[in-house]
């Protein structure tokens, strides 16, 4: 028998019929690729292209390998650099309801062993150094099973994850986004103006007037919705991209600083301490002593 499938307005597929594991992917471009948030966990496998990824108020770097799980109504999006690149795939999600393992603990006591790997997905949860060829090999397997044999298939992998200790929380805000799908539409608006010109000048007022609202209406909007007032949500994606140079690249420090939308080599110290805990030439010696390391 044939699934259909069709989107929620919130761009959630929906399967006929009830499945307690379920599986999406997508490539690039892809309506999929925007900020929302929805009822579901979901965790996504990165398996190709670059970019900046963003979950509740975090903003950081992604590339293929990266493994996060996001909490119900937390939202995220993972912006490709390469715009002008299609990728037939770039996108692979496991997703599931709260509800089945709450009422799943009853039943079989075991399963309560994932729950507070769930209760840390309210904030957004990256696992490190798992391997990608493992990664790609189970997320294959549950894409291509269906029934109780998908259950089988992702219950090893979610357990695996819940005993992790090589992990980091991404959000420091637990955002429940219940917006309307208009008012996700004006953040994915504003969230894709702003990775696109981080680097030059950008004002309250030009964002606030690009979707419509008041100053000050923007700033209650946005403070709700991503966690961030707007300046701080403009620093981090700055700063973001100044990591990205400074480890890529031997640019001097001054000159990331202007490139990434700073106006004084002292207030980008500044704030690049505020949101990483080191001097940007901390954190470029911190990483090449890593590397050599290795």
């Known amino acids: 028998m044939t699934t259909t499938k069709r989107l929620t307005p919130e761009y959630e597929l929906l399967d006929e019929g009830i499945e307690t594991i379920r599986y999406l992917e997508h490539g690039y471009p892809s309506e999929l690729i925007r900020w929302h948030a929805h009822d579901d ?3 996504h496998f990165i398996v190709a292209s670059t970019g900046k990824v963003f979950v509740g108020d975090y903003i950081g770097n992604y590339k293929p390998g990266q493994l996060i799980l996001t909490g119900p109504r937390l939202p995220h999006n993972w912006i490709c650099q390469n715009n002008d690149t299609s990728v037939p795939l770039r996108d692979m999600v496991i997703r599931f309801d709260h509800e089945s393992f709450e009422q799943g603990c009853k039943i079989i006591p075991e399963l309560a062993e ?3 790997m769930l209760q840390r997905a309210k904030s957004g949860i990256e696992f490190l150094d798992v391997d990608y060829d493992f990664l790609e090999e189970t997320f294959s397997k549950v894409r291509d099973s269906s029934g109780l044999q998908r259950v089988i298939t992702a219950l090893p992998l979610l357990h695996m994850l819940s005993h992790s200790r090589n ?3 991404l959000s420091t805000v637990q ?5 309307s799908e208009t008012l996700q539409r004006k953040v994915n608006t504003v969230v894709d103006y702003v990775s696109q010109n981080y680097a030059n000048d950008i004002t309250l007022a030009d964002v606030a007037n690009l979707i419509g609202m008041s100053d000050s209406h923007f700033s209650r909007f946005f403070k709700k919705a991503t966690g961030n007032r707007f300046t701080e949500f403009v620093n981090r994606m700055r700063v973001s991209r100044a990591c990205s140079l400074l480890t890529e690249t031997d640019q001097q420090i001054a000159n990331i600083c202007f490139q990434v939308g700073f106006n004084n080599v002292a207030n980008f110290n500044r704030r690049f301490h505020e949101l990483k805990g080191v001097t940007p030439r901390d954190f470029r010696s911190q990483y090449n002593e ?4 290795m």
């Open 167 to 169: 992990y980091r929380l």
């Open 290 to 293: 890593r590397i050599e390391g």
């Open 41 to 43: 966990y979901e965790l």
């Open 114 to 116: 994932i729950m507070p």
């Open 175 to 179: 955002i429940d986004l219940k917006s």
